[in-house]
Nanobody, 125 residues
Framework: QVQLVESGGGLVQAGDFLRLSCAVS????????MGWFRQAPGKEREFVAS????????NYADSVKGRFSIPRDSAENTVYLQMNSLKPEDTAVYYC??????????????????WGQGTQVTVSS
C-alpha cells in the first residue's frame, strides 16, 4: 500500500516562505517522478513542480519559477516544496503526487498514480 502524507501548509503573509513536505510510505516503492500540484477555489488543478527521482531533474510552472524549488531526499523517500516570496495568488490546496512508471509528461496530472490528501496554503496580502 503506497501512501503520500503531506505536511507544512498554513497561513502566511505575502513575501513570506513555507516548506511543504511529502513522505512516501510503502516499503518497496520507489517513484520515478514526484510532483506538486495545486487547486485554488473555482479553478482546475494545475501543475506546480516536479522532480525526476533518479537524477534530480526538475521542472516548474512559469508562475513559480525562481520562487519555488522541489528538493528531494531519496533515502527518506520524501519530497519537499520550498516556496519563497509567496503571493496571494499562490493560495490553494497543494497536493503531492507520485509516478510509478516514467512518462514523458511531467505536468499532466493523469500520469501520476498516487496522491496525497492535500494541504492548504493561504497567503494574505
Amino acid at each position: 500500500q503506497v501512501q503520500l502524507v503531506e505536511s507544512g501548509g498554513g497561513l502566511v503573509q505575502a513575501g513570506d516562505f513555507l516548506r511543504l513536505s511529502c513522505a512516501v510510505s510503502g516499503r518497496t516503492f520507489r517513484p520515478t517522478r514526484m510532483g506538486w500540484f495545486r487547486q485554488a477555489p473555482g479553478k482546475e488543478r494545475e501543475f506546480v513542480a516536479s522532480v525526476t527521482w533518479s537524477d534530480g531533474g526538475t521542472n516548474y510552472a512559469d508562475s513559480v519559477k525562481g520562487r519555488f524549488s522541489i528538493p528531494r531526499d531519496s533515502a527518506e523517500n520524501t519530497v519537499y516544496l520550498q516556496m519563497n516570496s509567496l503571493k496571494p495568488e499562490d493560495t490553494a490546496v497543494y497536493y503531492c503526487a507520485a509516478q510509478r512508471y516514467y512518462t514523458d509528461s511531467y505536468s499532466y496530472a493523469g500520469n501520476y498514480d498516487y496522491w496525497g490528501q492535500g494541504t492548504q496554503v493561504t497567503v494574505s496580502s
